[in-house]
């Protein structure tokens, strides 16, 4: 039992690590803005068209960049379910951690 928790903790790290090279992007507003996240959930950079700053007021922008993120992050989470899925399947009868 301890030699498999130690196995899932070791392959725990595998993952973040491997996670944290990971890119993956979220865009709004037919990618006048882009954010590029890893697969940890972490906010790598963001980039704004700027088209935006001549049309659209400041709030507007704001509103774009949260929606970007969001869903970079979103696709950041997919990867790392999809990442600890297949872990579990292989650690554990019936894949649950």
């Known amino acids: ?5 130690a196995e899932a903790q070791k392959k725990m790290q595998e993952i973040k690590s491997r996670l944290e090279k990971v890119s993956v992007t979220g865009q709004a507003e037919n990618g006048k803005v882009v954010v590029e996240a890893t697969g940890n959930n972490r906010i790598k950079s963001i980039k704004v ?49």
């Open 1 to 5: 039992m301890f030699g498999k928790l």
């Open 49 to 97: 068209n700027d088209s935006l700053f001549k049309v659209g007021d400041r709030e507007e922008v704001e509103e774009l960049i949260a929606v970007a993120a969001n869903r970079a992050l979103d696709a950041a989470e997919k990867v790392m379910q999809a990442e600890m899925a297949a872990v579990s399947k292989d650690l554990l009868p019936g894949g649950m951690i």
